[in-house]
Structures are given as structure tokens and as C-alpha cells.
């Protein structure tokens, strides 16, 4: 009867196969199926979903709310011209009505970020899952692909360790290299480059950074919302953020390090790259001095250990012991001399490290790479080079910032490829 079951299945020929069941995937077979398509999304974990309900920390990233789609686009550099006609059809206003539509509020947070109002990516999940049962789109967990099979400029099948799956139309949305361990291993790279794509090698995007320094790590979980960062090539200054900083057991994270990551990449490649961290950047270095002082003066005769926590940002007294190694800490207040206390004025408004490297692909929240744009038609998703295959999501070669821009991509793309089956 089993037997019989599964010949049977692998008979079917379904008008499209979605080769990846994350956020572009699910989106693309919601849509297709409700449009009457006969469905098949095939994914090779034992859940649906698994990168997507890691995004945003678990809370889910949506979106970002940005109303002007020039500097919407603009996020994503060379690939801006090519977004146009896609957004055209499913943007930000769209994204914000399919899930609010659909019982699910949305909610704009902090630099226009959009999150489910439950602030769980599993919310988000089980609406494109629910829509997918409700339109009878089937689906296969546990299928991995190991081929993919054309006759001429047609795809036809795919070869998977649950035997050869036929359809009309396929879409890959695979998704890139970041996370291998919910899936992305580069298999649809893969295939692409297999079917004649020209793909560019995927690097790690946006990704924390590696810190020689053992006092950066002892810092780990201490996050600083306000704080200038300015990078140096070489000794020469490159450029500066300000933002959300957090400290890791392995350097840095946090929005600005993310957003960063790219730039600190290319400085890398060109020789040593060290950096700044302006601690108090709303403040100029005389005015600080002038703070520092009148805490001195409040506290002569205090030991320098008990009063270094009033003049650091909270978390990051017991760090500075390390980092003021010119004063013994047992010192009294009033015994700092005016040169070493200007030295640790100039530290809080330049503390130096030095950058190691980017982390890997495991922590990388989305790596840059994929098929470049132009062969592929964007009003469509579908390949200039195949006819009835589709690609979306983080297979395109897109760079982005963090802050929702790279899941609006996938419910983009998704639901244009959904449509144009």
C-alpha cells in the first residue's frame, strides 16, 4: 500500500514545485495555490520555516515602514533599479495588508522597524502555513533535492531522496548561506550555477565582528543604545556610525556593527583595520572634562574603583579597570593627576580596538552573493534562461541593510513569482 502511495505521488505532475519552505517559498505557494495552482513546496527540514523563526531574535523583523520607496530601494545599492517594477506590485502597504488581513496587527518600532504585534516569528509562520493548508497546497518535509533535471530550456523534474517530483513550474527559494543550520547550505546557488546563472560568491553580510581585545569580550551582553564608532584603515580614518552597539564573547553586534559589516569587510581586504568607540558622542571633549571634574570634586576622597562607574556607561566600570592601565584603581580621586585624568576623558571619547575579522556564516543574519539580476526578469522572477523556473529571495544577488529590508524582499519576490505562475 506504501509502495503504491508513493508511486502514485511521484506520478503527479503539480503546476509548480517550490524547492524551499521559508519566507519567499511560503509566500510564493500561499499565493499560487489560492490562485488554484496545484502546489507542491518541498523543504528539507522537519519543520517549515526554520531560518524565519530565528529573524528579528525570534520576534520577526517584518519590514521597515520607510513611506519613500526611493530611499526604500536605495537600501539595496546596485540592485535598486531592478526592485522598482516587483515593489510595484507587492511593497511595504502590501506586506502590512496580507498580515493584517489575516489576523495578524503589525507594529512600527525604533528606526521604522516593523514586528508582528505578538512580537513572535512563529505568528508570522503560522499565517503563511495556514493560508498554504487552506488553499490545499501540499508539502513535503524531510525532501532534500539532489538534482535538477531540463530538457533543453525547460526544467522538468527534480531528483530528491523521496524519488523524481515532475511540474509544470518551479521556483527555487532555497535561501543563501547564512545560518547553515536551519538549511541554507547553498544548495539552490548550486543549481543555478549548474543550470548556466552566472552567481557571485555569497560572503557573509550582515555579521558581527571579531575584537583582539580580551576587555571588549569581558563586556559581553552589555549593549550601549547611543555610541559613535569610527573606523580606520591603516591609521587613516574611513568612516563613523552612530547607533545601538552591543558587546559579545567575540567582539561586536548590534544594528550599527550589522549594518557596517559590508564596509569593515572591503577595509579588511586593504590592510589593518582598527576603531573608535566615542562614548559620550552628544557631548565635546571640554564639556566632558568639565562632567569628569565635578565628579572628582563630589568625590576626593574616594578611591578611583568607586567612582569610575559614575563616569562610564552603565556595565562597563569593571572593563575599565583593564582599560585605564596607567592609574592603580586603589588610588584616591584627589591623587589623579590633571594629565592622567585628561587621558581617561580622551579614552571615553576614543576607546580603541582592533578588528580581527568578520564572524562567520553561522552568525550571519543574511549573506550577500546569488544570481545577478539581469538574467533574471524582475516583473516576473522568472529566469531569462529557463522559462518556467523561478527564483526569489536571498538566491538574488541583493547587499541590504538589517531592519526588516531583506524579509520585504522575500515577501516580495515570493509574491510576484506566486502570481506569475
Known amino acids: 500500500m506504501l509502495k503504491n502511495k508513493i508511486n502514485k505521488h511521484q506520478n503527479k505532475i503539480w503546476d509548480v514545485i517550490i524547492i524551499g519552505g521559508g519566507a519567499s517559498g511560503l509566500m510564493a505557494g500561499a499565493i499560487a495555490s489560492s490562485l488554484g495552482k496545484l502546489v507542491l513546496v518541498i523543504d528539507k527540514n522537519k519543520n517549515l520555516g526554520e531560518k524565519?523563526?530565528?529573524?528579528?531574535?525570534?520576534?520577526?523583523?517584518?519590514?521597515?515602514?520607510?513611506p519613500d520607496i526611493h530611499k526604500m530601494l536605495a537600501v539595496y545599492g546596485e540592485?535598486?533599479?531592478?526592485?522598482?517594477?516587483?515593489?510595484?506590485?507587492?511593497?511595504?502597504?502590501?506586506?502590512?495588508?496580507?498580515?493584517?488581513?489575516?489576523?495578524?496587527?503589525?507594529?512600527?518600532?525604533?528606526?521604522?522597524?516593523?514586528?508582528?504585534?505578538?512580537?513572535?516569528?512563529?505568528?508570522?509562520?503560522e499565517v503563511l502555513h495556514k493560508e498554504s493548508k487552506k488553499n490545499k497546497a501540499d508539502i513535503k518535509l524531510n525532501c532534500t533535492v539532489s538534482n535538477i533535471i531540463h530538457k533543453g530550456n525547460k526544467i522538468v523534474s527534480v531528483?530528491?531522496?523521496?524519488?523524481?517530483?515532475?511540474?509544470?513550474?518551479?521556483?527555487?527559494?532555497?535561501?543563501?548561506?547564512?545560518?547553515?543550520?536551519?538549511?541554507?547550505?547553498?544548495?539552490?546557488?548550486?543549481?543555478?550555477?549548474?543550470?548556466?546563472?552566472?552567481?557571485?560568491?555569497?560572503?557573509?553580510?550582515?555579521?558581527?565582528?571579531?575584537?583582539?581585545?580580551?576587555?571588549?569580550k569581558e563586556l559581553s551582553g552589555v549593549s550601549l543604545s547611543f555610541m559613535k564608532i569610527t573606523f580606520y584603515l591603516d591609521g587613516k580614518k574611513q568612516f563613523s556610525k552612530t547607533g545601538k552597539i552591543l558587546f559579545t564573547h567575540f567582539g561586536l553586534s548590534g544594528p550599527l556593527i550589522l549594518n557596517s559589516a559590508?564596509?569593515?569587510?572591503?577595509?579588511?581586504?586593504?590592510?589593518?583595520?582598527?576603531?573608535?568607540?566615542?562614548?559620550?558622542?552628544?557631548?565635546?571633549?571640554?564639556?566632558?572634562e568639565k562632567r569628569i571634574v565635578k565628579v572628582f570634586d563630589l568625590n576626593k576622597n574616594k578611591m578611583l574603583k568607586s567612582v569610575i562607574k559614575d563616569i562610564v556607561p552603565d556595565g562597563m566600570a569593571q572593563a575599565f579597570e583593564e582599560i585605564i592601565d596607567f592609574i592603580d584603581f586603589e588610588t584616591k580621586v584627589h591623587s589623579v593627576t590633571k594629565?592622567?585624568?585628561?587621558?581617561?576623558?580622551?579614552?571615553?571619547?576614543?576607546?580603541?580596538?582592533?578588528?580581527?575579522?568578520?564572524?562567520?556564516?553561522?552568525?550571519?543574519v543574511v549573506s550577500d552573493g546569488g544570481v545577478i539580476l539581469s538574467e533574471i526578469d524582475m516583473k516576473t522572477m522568472r529566469s531569462k534562461l529557463f522559462p518556467n523556473l523561478y527564483v526569489t529571495?536571498?538566491?538574488?544577488?541583493?547587499?541590504?541593510?538589517?531592519?526588516?529590508?531583506?524579509?520585504?524582499?522575500?515577501?516580495?519576490?515570493?509574491?510576484?513569482?506566486?502570481?506569475?505562475?
Open 52 to 66: 524565519l523563526k530565528m529573524t528579528g531574535g525570534g520576534r520577526c523583523n517584518i519590514t521597515n515602514n520607510e
Open 79 to 125: 540592485g535598486a533599479p531592478y526592485l522598482y517594477s516587483p515593489f510595484s506590485i507587492f511593497g511595504v502597504k502590501d506586506t502590512f495588508n496580507y498580515f493584517e488581513s489575516r489576523g495578524l496587527p503589525l507594529v512600527i518600532q525604533a528606526r521604522n522597524r516593523v514586528f508582528p504585534a505578538t512580537e513572535k516569528a512563529t505568528d508570522v509562520l
Open 159 to 216: 531528483e530528491t531522496n523521496q524519488g523524481q517530483l515532475s511540474a509544470r513550474s518551479f521556483i527555487l527559494a532555497t535561501g543563501g548561506l547564512s545560518h547553515p543550520e536551519t538549511g541554507s547550505t547553498g544548495d539552490g546557488l548550486r543549481f543555478l550555477r549548474e543550470l548556466g546563472h552566472t552567481i557571485v560568491e555569497p560572503s557573509p553580510d550582515i555579521v558581527p565582528i571579531m575584537v583582539r581585545e580580551d576587555w571588549v
Open 262 to 288: 559590508k564596509n569593515i569587510k572591503i577595509l579588511l581586504d586593504k590592510g589593518i583595520v582598527t576603531a573608535h568607540i566615542d562614548l559620550y558622542p552628544d557631548t565635546n571633549i571640554g564639556d566632558l
Open 339 to 364: 594629565e592622567d585624568r585628561r587621558k581617561i576623558v580622551d579614552l571615553l571619547k576614543a576607546l580603541p580596538m582592533s578588528i580581527e575579522d568578520l564572524m562567520g556564516y553561522d552568525r550571519s
Open 393 to 421: 529571495g536571498d538566491l538574488l544577488h541583493l547587499n541590504r541593510n538589517s531592519g526588516g529590508y531583506s524579509l520585504q524582499i522575500c515577501w516580495t519576490t515570493g509574491y510576484v513569482a506566486g502570481i506569475s505562475i
